[in-house]
């Protein structure tokens, strides 16, 4: 076999955003997750109702399902819940006593993670077996063909690692005065063009092996709109703008500038081109269903709310700012970002946004 | 489907000795484990390769293998990877490709233990999937029929909880004065002897539905020696001195008295013939192979220093202990301890222990 998840250290160290023990380390992804989980549940239940083959329910009694990207909860706890009644009533409908039905549920994330914190906050009435599985979803994580249905929230636009490219201070994608790749050079943008093609093939690939033939997944992958520049997607210009406020630091001497052309955050949205050209070239899926949801960041009440807003970017990001700048601006940056977010809230009303809602299933070898 | 682990929460309040976040807090186990899973390697070796069923590994091109009380590794890390090479050698045995056989490892403990911790030190070298299954092993944990091989080193005696009655301050079985069983009334010991058989059919029922058919478990449980009395068992022994020095903390105002009686230490060393009984009651397992390991804790340079036995005790227990006297009487209880354990030495190494290696078959529904 091969070795398990033989890139996952070296990808997990790079990809530490998610994880940390603070009780609102992942408040963001939480607010807007709540609301997707929410409007995406008949999507769900759709999905399951009219694509999940007949015979994966009868070819075992234990239904299994894994969450990628869970975080601490709860939202995928919610999202698992969603899963097993819509698995339990297609079952029923098909004439199955579905009290024969297990499922086991595996909740993935880095290593990272905080899994104490997700165990703790398991359901105790929970109608699955649950397992909490470390390591990068850009590599392999379950055995093969062992997998029913995988889940994935807003996960998957974080990125395997930053682009070595933009790293490379003597090279043309080095991203000197900015962390983020929307408001970038040419050079930059592709470097993460680059990046996120060669993780969505890595994804694509280790679910392909993981998944059993016609098991489905169910994705909410927030992304860039058609025709919608990366620069005006809406949390491209959240990033963009704590960026700015980084570089007002440096100007005054506070965070070494070296340190901020250093720093690159590792999330990328993809448009729905770049999303099928994916699922094309891996040829392991068909995709079964997409919708957009168009207007879900923009009715967020967290982005009508400068501080709000900056406290949750704040706690989302905190563990990968101090560990790059120190402990000791966090106070300063971010009060300096809820200033600039207000005084430039018409401009980050005006970004564009979306959530693709994605089915896709697996083709028989 | 039944609830799983309905019960574990509960019984992880009462059952939270072995967790702990501090590197130390499972290093008496770990020590002694050390030792056994050396000695033991060879026993695992040839019970797979002599009592495995070809069945089983042509059954399913994934392994399943489940430690039960893993702790935070790495002694679970060098049982999984044992097991995982005895396998292989028996499936080239007969002449199969190996190759094609892939692991999962599930390791379990209660959720209290520090799973980060775990994770973060799964060898990345690694042969297998990992997983981490939070919940008492009283309980369900994984689907019916999911599991190939039950592992467990050195947990079993941890019991779900402190017996009922002996926290029962106006039964006959309240234990005043003893944090242990192994000295005390006829009732307590009764006590615990019941809660261990109530605990042990619990445990074997659960795995009689999660293992498949014809599947091992091996198991290292300390017990008491035949023809030994409780109170003579070497690790009773080093509880007891404990107790005796919480009296005299007692007897000096230092700490409540009431405090020591509604306090006791949930773990029962079980003779072969209950060993036995548990498995002949349950009905679903053959008893494969017994083999008693006599001299092992009497060999163990720890209990020949009772400074080191004194704060490696400490480390295992302090988190209950805290919980119960507070933070403040720690470093006075286990300064004494130390003291009481070198008066006593010759008593301590005059205490008879066993390690009972067992391997169970599932027997065919």
Redesign the interface.
Same mark, same amino acid.
């Not at 070795?3 to 033989?6: G, L, S, T």
């Not at 009290?99 to 086991?104: A, G, I, K, N």
């Not at 105790?124 to 390591?135: D, E, F, K, L, T």
């Given at each position: 076999?091969a #070795? @398990? $998840? $033989?890139t996952s =250290?070296q990808l997990c160290a790079a990809y530490p955003v998610r994880g940390g023990d603070g009780p609102s380390s992942y408040a963001v992804n939480s607010v807007y997750q709540r609301g997707a989980v929410a409007a995406a549940k008949e999507f769900i239940s759709k999905a399951i109702e009219e694509k999940l083959d007949t015979e994966i329910l009868l070819s075992s009694?234990?239904f299994r399902i894994a969450d990628l990207g869970c975080a601490v909860g709860p939202n995928s706890f919610f999202s698992a819940e969603n899963i097993i009644e819509a698995v339990q009533l297609k079952y029923k409908s098909q004439g199955l006593n579905s009290?024969? *039905? $297990?499922?086991?549920v595996?909740f993935n994330d880095i290593? %990272?993670n =905080?899994?104490?914190k997700l165990? /703790?906050s *398991?359901p105790?009435? #929970?109608?699955?077996? %649950? @397992?909490?599985?470390?390591?990068s979803f850009y590599g /392999? *994580?379950?055995?093969? %063909?062992?997998i029913n249905l995988f889940h994935s929230a807003f996960a998957i636009p974080w990125m395997s690692q930053v682009p070595k490219t933009v790293m490379d201070r003597n090279g043309p994608a080095w991203n000197k005065g900015r962390i983020f790749y929307s408001d970038a050079s040419d050079e930059v943008v592709s470097a993460y063009e680059a990046q996120n093609a060669e993780d969505m093939e890595r994804f694509l690939h280790a679910r392909a092996q993981e998944i059993v033939s016609g098991g489905l997944m169910v994705f909410f992958i927030p992304g860039r709109p058609d025709g919608t520049p990366h620069s005006h997607t809406l949390p491209n210009l959240i990033y963009q703008i704590l960026g700015s406020c980084l570089m007002d630091l440096a100007r005054k001497g506070v965070v070494d500038e070296e340190k901020v052309n250093s720093f690159n955050i590792p999330n990328y949205l993809m448009s729905s081109k770049e999303l099928e050209n994916a699922v094309e070239q891996n040829g392991c899926f068909s995709i079964e269903r997409r919708e957009n949801l168009d207007h879900f960041f923009a009715h967020d009440t967290v982005y009508k709310s400068p501080q709000l807003l900056a406290s949750q970017i704040r706690a989302s990001l905190e563990g990968l700012f101090k560990q790059q700048f120190g402990d000791e601006i966090l106070d300063e940056l971010f009060e300096l970002y809820g200033k600039k977010l207000e005084e430039q809230q018409s401009m980050v009303e005006s970004g564009k946004a979306v959530v693709f809602l994605l089915v896709l299933r697996r083709l028989a070898n």
């Open positions: 076999m #070795r @398990a $998840e $033989e =250290d009694k234990t009290q024969t *039905l $297990e499922f086991q595996f290593t %990272a =905080d899994f104490n165990f /703790r *398991l105790s009435n #929970r109608q699955y077996y %649950a @397992a909490g599985v470390p390591g /392999r *994580l379950f055995p093969n %063909a062992s």
